[in-house]
C-alpha cells in the first residue's frame, strides 16, 4: 500500500464519524425544541398559537381548505415512499445504481420509525382551533408530513444525482425545496400542526438523510453505473 494511501477499514470509519457528527449537529436543535414544547415554554407556545390562528382564518377567509385536504391526501407518506421506492427499483434495475438504491431505501425505512418514535416520545397535542378545517390522529411534534417530504426529496435527489446534468442538479434541489415548503405550509393553514413542529420535521428529516449519506455513501464514494460518480 502506498505511503499516505487510507486502508478501506479507516474511509470507512471516517465517513461513519462525519455522519455521526453530522447528525448530532442535526438533532440538537431538534431536541432543544422538543424539550421547550415538553416544558411548555412560553414564548414559543404563544407565538405558535398565534401564527395558527392566524394562518386557519387565513385559510378560512381565501376559501383554500379544500385544496389544502387534496394536498394533505396526495402528500401522506405511505404515498411519497411508495413512489420513492419505485425510483429506487428503477434505480437498481434500469441504471445499476445498486448502492445508491439499496442505501436511500434503507435510509426512508430507519427515518420512517425515527419520526414516529419522536413524536411518541414529545407527546404534544395537535393544536386546537375553533372551526377546523382538518382532523389529523397522532401527536404533532414533529410533523410526519414534513419530516417525511423532507426524508423523501433529500433521498430522491442524492439517489438521481449522478444520472443529472449540471442544469438537473440545479432544477432537483430546487423542486425538492419548493414542495417540501409547500407541504409543510399546507400542514400549518389547515391547523394540524405548530409551525415548531414542521420546522423540527424538516431539520430531522434533513439530518437523517444527511447523515447518512456522510457516513454510508460520502462525496467520494463509487458507483456502479457508467455516470458521474459523485455530487458535484
Given at each position: 500500500m502506498a505511503v499516505g494511501t487510507a486502508s478501506p477499514a479507516v474511509s470507512r470509519a471516517a465517513r461513519l464519524a462525519r455522519g455521526a457528527v453530522a447528525m448530532v449537529l442535526f438533532v440538537v436543535p431538534v431536541l432543544l425544541l422538543g424539550f421547550a414544547v415538553r416544558q411548555k415554554f412560553d414564548p414559543l407556545i404563544r407565538l405558535d398559537n398565534d401564527l395558527i390562528r392566524s394562518a386557519t382564518d387565513f385559510t378560512r377567509e381565501h376559501g383554500i381548505g379544500d385544496t389544502l385536504v387534496a394536498l394533505q391526501g396526495i402528500s401522506q407518506p405511505?404515498?411519497?415512499?411508495?413512489?420513492?421506492?419505485?425510483?429506487?427499483?428503477?434505480a437498481w434495475l434500469a441504471k445499476d445504481l445498486?448502492?445508491?438504491?439499496?442505501?436511500?431505501?434503507?435510509?426512508?425505512?430507519?427515518?420512517?420509525?425515527?419520526?414516529l418514535l419522536?413524536?411518541?416520545?414529545?407527546?404534544?397535542?395537535?393544536?386546537?382551533?375553533?372551526?377546523?378545517?382538518?382532523?389529523?390522529p397522532g401527536f404533532?411534534?414533529?410533523?410526519?408530513?414534513?419530516?417525511?417530504?423532507?426524508?423523501?426529496?433529500?433521498?430522491?435527489?442524492?439517489?438521481?444525482?449522478?444520472l443529472l446534468s449540471t442544469l438537473g442538479h440545479r432544477v432537483s434541489?430546487?423542486?425538492?425545496?419548493?414542495?417540501a415548503l409547500v407541504v409543510g405550509l399546507d400542514r400549518i393553514f389547515l391547523g394540524v400542526h405548530f409551525p415548531s413542529?414542521?420546522?423540527a420535521g424538516y431539520v430531522l428529516g434533513v439530518g437523517i438523510t444527511f447523515s447518512s449519506w456522510l457516513g454510508f455513501i460520502g462525496k467520494t464514494s463509487a458507483t456502479s453505473s457508467s455516470g458521474p460518480s459523485h455530487p458535484a
Open positions: 405511505f404515498l411519497l415512499y411508495l413512489l420513492a421506492t419505485g425510483l429506487c427499483l428503477w445498486r448502492s445508491r438504491a439499496l442505501w436511500a431505501f434503507v435510509t426512508m425505512m430507519v427515518a420512517w420509525n425515527v419520526g419522536a413524536k411518541v416520545l414529545v407527546h404534544r397535542a395537535r393544536p386546537v382551533v375553533e372551526d377546523p378545517i382538518s382532523h389529523s404533532s411534534f414533529p410533523s410526519g408530513h414534513a419530516f417525511n417530504v423532507a426524508v423523501v426529496v433529500t433521498v430522491v435527489v442524492f439517489l438521481l444525482w449522478p434541489v430546487v423542486l425538492a425545496a419548493v414542495f413542529d414542521v420546522l
